[in-house]
């Protein structure tokens, strides 16, 4: 068995802060599978051409080249189905997917309005004219204006995960009493602001604190010991 996972990267190689990789990363734990991690930034289109894309996460398994988080963890599912589940069921399936398109939709772009100029500063020079240029294109303005408010947006942030808190009142997890894809999903978010930016986007006696910090902690510490910024 081969696998081999391509990941975004900052300047520097150990800094990978793409949520959808850490998505991926938290399921082959999950699976206890190994993979070869590489770095990869956003110019380096041609080193996944085989994917037919050009967006990671990437996870080559066996010679067969995959793309697409979610497509990841269904290839992860069905071709290890003797390790444990990402799922738990057709339930814990719905679930994951209800909570990949409210963080997609409500979550992810709340965030990136708070650490985009955090993303630009760390990334590598030959992606810095990309990022800015594709990104400024989407947005309608400089990422600095968009991002100059991010301290009277933050409170609405926080009240945009209130379905999350009034989740885990009830258990240790979204998906019940262990993790599964469905807190990967979410924890990709909080990854991706920890990995890259020193803005604080939590309280420390906010529920989803603890929730992250469990997940930080999970597969001796995978994602704490991540390159990023103190929680």
Do not use: N
């Not at 699976?31 to 085989?50: M, N, Q, S």
């Not at 963080?103 to 985009?116: C, N, Q, T, Y």
């Not at 906010?206 to 390159?227: E, I, M, S, T, V």
């Amino acid at each position: 068995m081969t696998l081999i996972l391509y990941e975004l990267a900052a300047a520097e190689e150990d800094r990978r802060f793409s949520p959808y990789c850490w998505r991926t990363r938290m399921a082959l734990a999950h699976k206890g599978l190994e993979a070869e991690r590489v770095p990869w930034r956003f110019t380096d289109t041609e080193v996944i051409a085989p994917s037919g894309q050009g967006r990671v996460p990437v996870l080559v398994d066996d010679g067969r080249w995959l793309s697409d988080s979610w497509v990841i963890a269904d290839h992860l599912e069905a071709a290890y189905p003797d390790r444990p589940s990402l799922f738990g069921g057709a339930v814990g399936r719905a679930l994951a997917h209800f909570v990949g398109q409210w963080v997609e939709g409500v979550i992810h772009p709340r965030l990136f309005r708070m650490i985009a100029c955090d993303v630009h500063a760390h990334l590598a020079d030959r992606d810095k004219d990309y990022f800015r240029t594709s990104r400024e294109r989407r947005i309608g303005m400089s990422l600095e204006a968009f991002a100059a408010d991010r301290d009277t947006r933050r409170e609405g942030f926080r009240r945009s995960l209130d379905p999350a808190r009034a989740a885990l009142a009830a258990r240790p997890y979204l998906s019940g009493d262990a993790p599964a894809y469905a807190d990967y999903v979410l924890f990709g978010a909080f990854q991706w602001a920890r990995c890259i930016s020193p803005y604080r986007i939590l309280d420390a006696d906010d529920p989803l604190h603890a929730w992250r910090a469990r997940l930080l902690g999970l597969y001796d510490g995978l994602a704490g010991k991540a390159l990023g910024y103190p929680c």
